[in-house]
């Protein structure tokens, strides 16, 4: 007891509080960068503003906004719910197929050896790449122009074209559709838990005459729980945001500036957002829209913990 | 297949069709980059042709140089290492500063702090979009790329959370042993955690410049001078060209090419070397 009280009082004794002296950067930003719009943002939902004029003549309109929204015979009802619509097919589509594929591919290059690597290198490929310009890679095989190579194709086969990209309901599906080509960082995440199982556990089973789909059904998935559970809740929330790709997409088909593809078939919420803040100058509008993306990647993730715990495969107590 | 025991494993009908479905992807995922830079290469003759042709019999190589020099596509290049670079070096020396607070104080309120770093991992940017566009705006600092730049003063919560995963391997005994020496904790961050951090930092380095790189939202809602643009936003612009003249396309697809392709191979190299790095690193 003694000793420990020398202790204390040499010199260089650890003062904890000055942890606060090396977490102040990030305080910093958190009360600056990120509560404070957060805030402002909330508060600019309930108002109409231009953007002009000073933050005081923004006007209070209550829940207008939102209302204008929901309500689809308006102009912002029928964008945002396009929007609305494509955004959520495209989240629960893309964690869909980064679960299955991602897990499926990770399982089938796990093992370290030259073949593995390269394709493991390859897959990644599409995750180093600017999301823009893949999108406008993209336009050289599904473009709507005569040239993509889709359409030379079916020129070749029955003399039609198809134009994907600007036909509502059908240019989200070309978006799922390139989800395939980003699975490289899903397949990432799986291979680094599936390398942290240890082996002996696939030997024994092996020596009980597991098979290969039971190995990975019975033993890798359930031990990979957590990481899995990671990369659904981060899948929700990126899912959600996305706006890179339908920019991209949007402006291979020649539409211009605040125009979400034709007749809004590339809609996001994140795009809408993007052009009713930016394009259109309602920033008041564009808060509201922020404030639903914020509020639906609540309610689906809580969602999901809530329902990955209900069904005992994962507890936060792990 | 080898299994511990050393006895060779005849591989089952489910393995293979795993590894054929592996190397299906691949090749598809491969092809639209092949493709691309077989389209960069055509004439404009060759491109229009309703077959197109996979090799170019005339390789416009020269489209290449038009593109970069004349069309002066090395300045995009060149601003977007600059901002990736700016944020590499304030993300490795920032981050880390606060991680080493988080992991080794044990402070009142620690806690939430990591809670609330947590939380902001999984927030869309959207929501604080505009208010700090708005606050930009108070501030003079729209048009430039300030507004780029110096949230990474603030440390990225994902960089933290990655150098703290680190810095718990290294042991405490280090810095009780350089403070009866008589350091101060800063210099025991500067001097003894830093430097065996390094493999851990390099795998920063490489995350935020990527990150960085591919970055289109920011710099599309606060650049306004072409002369100041990322790649992202050139690129964007190259494809409004398109409409304007036959040759412009062709042209995208080869700016489109100097995008991808260099900082794509440069990484997987530089990627494979780091996590080389970190494992021999861990082992010890």
């Not at chain 1, 199982?197 to 290969?212: C, L, R, S, T, V």
């Amino acid at each position: 007891m003694s000793a420990k009280l020398l202790h204390k009082h040499r010199r260089g004794v650890r003062n904890e509080s000055l942890g606060w002296v090396f977490v102040a950067p990030w305080i910093i930003g958190f009360l600056g960068l990120t509560i404070t719009p957060l805030l402002v943002s909330l508060w600019l939902s309930f108002t109409e503003w231009n953007g002009f004029g000073g933050i005081s003549s923004a006007e209070f309109v209550g829940l207008q906004n939102y209302k204008n929204l929901f309500d689809i015979s308006t102009k912002y009802g029928e964008s945002f719910y396009a929007a609305l619509q494509n955004t959520l097919i495209y989240t629960v589509m893309a964690i869909c197929i980064n679960l299955v594929v991602g897990i499926s591919v990770a399982w089938a290059v796990v093992k370290n050896n030259k073949v593995n690597s390269i394709l493991r290198m390859v897959i990644y490929l599409p995750t180093l790449t600017i999301s823009t310009a893949f999108a406008i890679m993209m336009d050289t095989i599904i473009g709507i122009k005569t040239q993509s190579l889709i359409n030379r194709l079916m020129l070749m086969a029955n003399g039609t074209t198809q134009a994907w990209l600007t036909t509502p309901g059908q240019a989200i599906w070309v978006m799922v559709m390139l989800c395939f080509w980003g699975i490289g960082g899903a397949m990432l995440t799986y291979f680094s838990g599936m390398k942290q199982i240890d082996e002996n556990i696939y030997d024994a089973a092996k020596i009980d005459g597991a098979g290969n789909m039971t190995l990975l059904l019975r033993i890798c998935i359930p031990l990979m729980a957590g990481v899995i559970v990671y990369q659904m809740i981060m899948g929700v929330v990126f899912g959600l945001q996305v706006f890179d790709m339908a920019v991209g997409l949007s402006s291979i088909v020649g539409a211009g500036d605040g125009v979400m593809g034709r007749g809004n078939s590339l809609a996001t919420l994140s795009f809408y957002l993007y052009n009713k803040s930016f394009v259109d100058g309602e920033m008041g509008m564009g808060s509201a829209i922020g404030w639903v993306i914020f509020c639906i990647s609540l309610v689906f993730s809580l969602g999901l913990l809530v329902f990955v715990q209900k069904t005992g495969y994962y507890s936060l107590d792990d | 297949m080898k299994t511990r025991s050393g006895l060779r494993e005849k591989p089952t009908v489910s393995t293979v069709l795993f590894k054929i479905f592996a190397v299906v992807l691949a090749c598809v995922i491969l092809f639209p980059y092949i493709w691309l830079i077989s389209t960069s290469l055509l004439t404009g003759e060759e491109y229009y042709r309703s077959v197109q042709p996979f090799f170019s019999s005339d390789p416009q190589w020269g489209r290449y140089y038009t593109v970069l020099i004349e069309m002066q596509f090395y300045r995009s290049i060149f601003n977007s290492i600059f901002l990736a670079a700016v944020s590499v070096v304030l993300n490795i020396i920032v981050s880390p500063f606060i991680a080493y607070g988080l992991s080794r104080f044990r402070f009142k309120g620690r806690y939430v702090v990591f809670v609330l770093m947590l939380c902001t991992m999984f927030l869309p940017t959207q929501v604080t979009s505009i208010p700090k566009f708005l606050f930009y705006k108070e501030l003079g600092w729209l048009y430039t790329y300030l507004p780029l730049i110096v949230p990474g003063f603030f440390g990225a919560a994902t960089s933290v959370m990655f150098t703290m995963a680190f810095m718990k391997n290294i042991p405490k005994e280090m810095d009780e042993a350089a403070m009866i020496d008589g350091c101060n904790h800063f210099r025991i961050w500067l001097s003894i955690i830093m430097p065996q951090m390094v493999p851990a930092l390099c795998l920063v380095a490489l995350n935020t410049f990527l990150g960085n790189w591919k970055n289109s939202q920011a710099p599309l809602i606060y650049l306004r001078d072409p002369e100041m643009f990322t790649v992202p936003l050139t690129l964007l612009k190259f494809q409004s060209n398109d409409s304007l003249a036959e040759v412009g396309r062709l042209q995208l697809y080869a700016a489109l090419v100097i995008a991808i392709v260099p900082v794509s191979v440069l990484f997987l190299i530089l990627q494979r070397r780091m996590n080389k790095g970190v494992e021999a690193a861990d082992l010890k």
